[in-house]
């Protein structure tokens, strides 16, 4: 589990831009990929991420990280999510 705190730190280590709080309601998006890199904590509720057929579940305290052009589904748990992201952009 990681807080807050040690995660800005974490990303200003990595070199990774100030996170956005992104909130998604009870539902799913299916197989789609982003032209940046995600590493996001999250602060409330739980996702589940789907790569090669593997599902992962992520829940409040839990990080994830997505490489640039990653194909993944997401679906988001009874009450939701609500995670800290910080994205960069491909070269």
Do not use: C, N, W
């Amino acid at each position: 589990m990681v807080d807050k705190y040690a995660f800005l730190k974490s990303l200003d280590l990595e070199g990774l831009p100030e996170p956005v709080l992104v909130e998604r309601e009870h539902g799913e998006m299916g197989v789609h990929h982003h032209p940046f890199e995600s590493k996001a904590l999250i602060i409330d509720g739980s996702i589940s991420i789907v790569i090669d057929g593997v599902k992962t579940e992520y829940r409040t305290g839990d990080e994830f990280h997505l490489m640039p052009y990653q194909k993944h589904s997401e679906s988001y748990g009874l009450t939701g999510v609500k995670y800290l992201v910080s994205r960069k952009e491909s070269m």
